[in-house]
């Protein structure tokens, strides 16, 4: 009889292991059964939160946090507490954890207190703030096994730079989250965690990759996270769980020392992943990103580029918007394009200027991206998976084989091909009538609403703009109603196979629309490369407008 693979033993071990990290107290002593689809109200209903760690885990952002600690009515002690409930809770309903350093946190925030008490100055822009990171950074002491068995039981024996630099300035780190096998998919799902659940909807994804993060902040078992995004890691989780999400551009905010399963030196010539905030609201996008950037921490990471958060661009006194509806290769859905629509009529009717923007180039972003996601052949992470005979999760079974190093004229090939698109697209930051600067530009985060479970189709929306290295954001706009779930597709025939995909997104015969209702309907916002508080500025400037559009409904905390 043949032995039993290695990884399910392992994976058994790690799953019990995390388990356990959870005090006895902090258990659900009645989990919502599998048909309960919205979970978002179990912390409430659970008895594990005292009335007021229910108002610090629910009425706060965290900017409102840090200044309530600043203003010592509340200490970096009592809300490190209730965020590490609230992620014991979250972890039970959605299964969005990898690591749990909840003792590490709470003698962290006795320090921050006792230091606060002591100098009577705070450590830093985010002192006290917990602040919740993707499993691909490193944390000492901890693993850093992206879902993969192979790398359990391996800790990190240094911090991600930055990790230290939040350190630094005065976070609480207390957990790492949940991530698909390879980083790859836009579901996060892996043989040693398993799926995150979408809190809203646990029938729809909660994205990826940085799916668990979007899953806790969902669940407000954290209000500031940290992700990462390649193809649209960051923005899509962002979309899916209803909340803000800026990946910046490459060059911006620092990356190194993280674990991403793929060859070390890669990102060098391929697409290089960019390391941002997902959050509650607009205003901590800003904090998060404000408060690194002023941390200089281009002395450190010879990858980064210098410049300051005020040094990063602004929008004009009265912004240009654009509004890019569609990339020519998969034409977005009746709702996508009724939110499109709305938001555009929102801003005009607030007296902004929007200009349609055309950008054939972008038709190409895709099919190019995709060929620099093949450069290493995934040969370290096949390495990785064989070491202990473990299968791709059934998502990535037909999409994903182990394949050659691309040649190096090949390679010059596609860098030579990216430099004309990139120049080619530099073409939509101009009004061509007026010659105007165009401040951002608004388009889908994806062709589709939120979809069910492994059913997300194209990321041509979010993975074009990794190519380009443009900035670029999710803002909710509103949840998807009954109303939204008119209008047909018109009919002309599919553009390509991923349109015909697509399409089936809203084919009464291949989906009941219903999966749809509550679900978060979101926009996208873009600026120039390395101009991140030009797009945050364009961003909440949208934000805004949005908010007073629906009667102040999503105001910020």
């Known amino acids: 009889m043949a032995s039993e693979a290695p990884w399910k033993a392992i994976a058994q071990r790690k799953s019990a ?67 590490c409930k609230r992620a014991a809770i979250a972890q039970q309903v959605c299964n969005c954890l990898t690591e749990i350093f909840f003792e590490d946190a709470i003698k962290r925030a006795k320090f921050l207190d006792a230091e ?10 985010l002192h006290g703030v917990p602040i919740s990171l993707k499993d691909t950074f490193k944390v000492k002491g901890y693993d ?86 390649i193809g649209g890691s960051i923005r899509i989780p962002a979309m899916c769980n209803g909340l803000y999400g800026i990946k910046p551009s490459a060059q911006r905010i620092p990356y190194v020392g993280q674990e991403s399963g793929a060859r070390e030196g890669a990102s060098r010539i391929g697409l290089t992943a960019s390391a941002g905030p997902i959050a509650v609201s607009m205003r901590d996008c800003e904090l998060f990103l404000r408060a690194v950037s002023n941390a200089r921490p281009w002395d450190r990471d010879p990858s980064l580029a210098y410049g300051l958060w005020d040094e990063q661009g602004s929008i004009q006194k009265k912004p240009l918007l654009g509004v890019l509806r569609t990339d020519g290769v998969v034409t977005p859905l009746p709702p996508i394009n009724k939110i499109l629509d709305e938001t555009v009529a929102a801003l005009r009717a607030s007296g902004v200027e929007v200009i349609e923007i055309s950008a054939p180039a972008f038709q190409k972003s895709q099919s190019l991206a995709n060929k620099f996601f093949g450069i290493e052949g995934g040969n370290t992470i096949f390495d990785l998976l064989e070491s202990t005979g473990e299968p791709l999760i059934n998502w990535l079974s037909t999409r994903m084989r182990r394949g050659k190093h691309m040649p190096t004229d090949r390679l010059m090939d596609i860098q030579a091909q990216r430099t004309e698109l990139e120049t080619k697209m530099l073409k939509i930051w101009r009004d061509p009538k007026t010659g105007r600067q165009v401040d951002a530009v608004i388009c889908p985060v994806a062709p589709h609403p939120v979809p069910p479970i492994d059913r997300w189709n194209s990321v041509g929306y979010t993975s074009s703009f990794v190519l380009m290295d443009y900035p670029a954001g999710t803002v909710p706009v509103k949840d998807f109603e009954e109303n939204d779930l008119k209008g047909e597709i018109g009919g002309e025939k599919a553009l390509g196979p991923w349109d015909k995909i697509n399409r089936e997104l809203w084919d009464e015969k291949t989906i009941d629309r219903k999966v749809y209702l509550n679900t978060k309907l979101s926009i996208q916002v873009i600026a120039p490369r390395q101009q991140e508080k030009r797009l945050y500025q364009a961003m909440a400037y949208i934000d805004n407008i949005l908010q007073k559009n629906d009667g102040g409904s999503r105001a910020k905390l």
């Open 17 to 83: 292991e995390l388990h356990s990290k959870i005090p006895s107290a902090w258990l659900l002593k009645s989990p919502p059964t599998p048909d309960v689809l919205d979970v978002r109200s179990v912390p409430q209903t659970s008895g594990i939160l005292t009335s007021h760690e229910l108002s610090i885990t629910s009425s706060h952002d965290a900017t409102s946090l840090a200044e309530a600690i600043r203003s010592r009515n509340l200490t970096a002690e009592e809300v490190t507490i209730a965020f």
């Open 116 to 125: 606060y008490k002591r100098t009577g100055k705070p450590v830093g822009p």
């Open 144 to 229: 850093a096994s992206i879902g993969i068995a192979s790398l359990v039981g391996k800790p990190a024996t240094e911090n991600s730079l930055l990790v230290d630099i939040l350190l630094e300035l005065g976070a609480v780190l207390y957990c790492k989250t949940n991530v698909p096998q390879t980083l790859s998919a836009l579901d996060s799902d892996n043989n040693v965690f398993g799926r995150v659940l979408n809190p809203r909807n646990r029938k729809v994804t909660a994205g990826g990759s940085s799916g668990g993060e979007g899953a806790l902040i969902g669940m407000r078992g954290s209000v500031l996270g940290v992700g990462t995004d």
